[in-house]
């Protein structure tokens, strides 16, 4: 099963070019819609290469979540890209969710507990 991603973990990789260690480790990575419109709003150039160079490999794929209810439930405490990879996770059943917000950990965390 592919990990589902925040926009962080990805940004994050493609700025230091380490970004092939998550198709390394996970093989491919799914993100929601509102993480790949934030990926795709990066200004730097080079970072967003990077990211495209990921999609266009087929190991970074868009997946939009069907959660809605979720969503906007999440959306009340944590952005919209992190509240749909949270979502995307849940409906997905995904071993691995990839962000870095404690907060938004800790609502992935009680969430796993109720699905």
């Given at each position: 099963m592919p990990a589902v991603s925040n926009t962080s973990p990805i940004f994050n990789l493609a700025?230091?070019?380490?970004?092939?260690?998550?198709?390394?480790?996970f093989g491919a990575i799914w993100i929601p819609g509102a993480v790949d419109t934030e990926l795709r709003e990066i200004p730097d150039r080079a970072i967003r290469s990077r990211v495209d160079d990921a999609r266009t490999?087929?190991?970074?794929?868009?997946?939009?979540?069907?959660?809605?209810d979720l969503v906007k439930l999440l959306t009340v405490d944590l952005h919209e890209g992190e509240a749909e990879a949270i979502a995307l996770a849940v409906e997905t059943k995904s071993d691995w969710l990839l962000r870095d917000e404690r907060e938004g950990r800790e609502f992935a965390r009680r969430l796993a507990g109720l699905y």
């Open positions: 700025c230091i070019d380490r970004l092939a260690l998550l198709h390394n480790q490999g087929g190991w970074l794929v868009v997946r939009p979540t069907t959660e809605a």
